[in-house]
């Protein structure tokens, strides 16, 4: 019985989900050590649930790319040009005087059509004409930047109704709202990828396109569904962003690119397609958050901060791929 018990425990924590809440104990804990007074205060812990769901719902709409063997890296001027189109519609709307709620919904429907209109040109580039999903999303990213640029000139778009600013800085019951945005995210996401027919297919292209297709799944049409799914989580970052910042800009959330795919594969999302989850992508971006607000708090430079995360990713990366051969090799 004891044996039997013992190797149940070991199995559930050989399980990558169950490592990483360990990893994620574990470095929340030195952190707290290392600096009680300043990271454990409430308004460290109050700043870092503000900031984790945009970063979160980033890394869940790179995640679900990932999982069908492709990657977008167009989420973050998804969200830039969402933002700031959206951002001119409120502006607009509340300089001529109209109701800020009729300008907040008018505003609101613009990010989403906006990110739509991103996600099926990524999903025509990329399930329509065959393009790599690399190379197509590198090609939209630039496209979609250029546009923010033109539209911007570099600059920022503000005036939005003081209204607005609700949806990133107000916390309902004591939880900011973006966290509840976020776990609505968390939620839905886990039943479309992994409790849903869609999710079963977005999985089997990852795994096989050519397989999929001869067993009478559209691979067209799901690759279309992930592109727009992960378009409409990039314009709910974005919502975030232009509300907390009170103002949408091409520039933000550029970082959070790096960090979604490195958040991603940390969860346990193989890089090739065909396996990831969201609660894995979740527990890696809450490590990963707590790592860089630590960081931030001991005083260390936000550039060195990028290096850490992308030597984070290459060690995952270089981790997973000795695990594959070994899976191979036995």
């Known amino acids: 019985m004891k044996n039997n018990a013992t190797v149940k425990f070991v199995q559930r924590f050989r399980n990558k989900e169950a490592v990483l809440f360990l990893i994620f104990i574990g470095v929340f804990a030195f952190m707290s050590i290392l600096s009680p007074q300043t990271f454990l205060t409430m308004r460290n812990l109050q700043s870092m649930a503000y900031q984790l769901p945009e970063f979160g719902i980033f890394a869940i709409a790179m995640m679900v ?4 063997g492709g990657i977008n890296l167009s989420i973050t001027f998804t969200s830039a040009l969402a933002s700031i189109v959206g951002g001119l519609v409120l502006a607009t709307m509340t300089t001529a005087g109209i109701s800020p709620t009729l300008t907040i919904l008018a505003g609101l429907g ?15 580039v990329v399930a329509t004409i065959g393009i790599t999903p690399m190379l197509a999303t590198l090609g939209t990213s630039t ?4 546009v923010c640029l033109n539209i911007t000139k570099g600059g920022a778009i503000s005036g939005f109704p003081d209204a607005f600013l609700w949806f990133g800085n107000t916390a309902i019951l004591g939880i900011p709202f973006p966290m509840i945005l976020f776990i609505v995210v968390v939620v839905v996401a886990y039943y479309l990828m992994e ?9 089997m292209i990852g795994c096989n396109p050519t397989v999929t297709a001869y067993s009478g799944v559209s691979v067209k049409k799901v690759l279309y569904g992930v592109y727009l799914f992960s378009a409409v989580l990039c314009a709910l970052a974005g919502i975030l962003m232009s509300s907390r910042y009170n103002s949408a800009k091409e520039s933000y959330g550029s970082s959070y690119l790096l960090q979604s795919v490195a958040a991603a594969v940390l969860g346990g999302t193989d890089i090739n397609g065909g396996y990831g989850k969201v609660v894995g992508t979740v527990l890696a971006v809450m490590i990963i958050q707590v790592i860089s607000s630590g960081l931030n708090i001991f ?8 290096v850490i995360m992308g030597g984070i990713l290459i060690m995952v990366l270089a981790l997973n791929l000795i695990n594959t051969g070994k899976k191979a090799n036995a």
């Open 195 to 203: 409790r849903s027919s869609f999710g079963l297919k977005a999985y």
């Open 299 to 306: 005083g260390v430079n936000r550039f060195v901060i990028n």
């Open 110 to 124: 613009v990010f989403i059509l906006i990110a739509l209109a991103c996600g099926m040109v990524n999903g025509f």
């Open 143 to 146: 496209l979609f930047e250029g």
């Open 65 to 68: 790319v990932i999982v069908t």
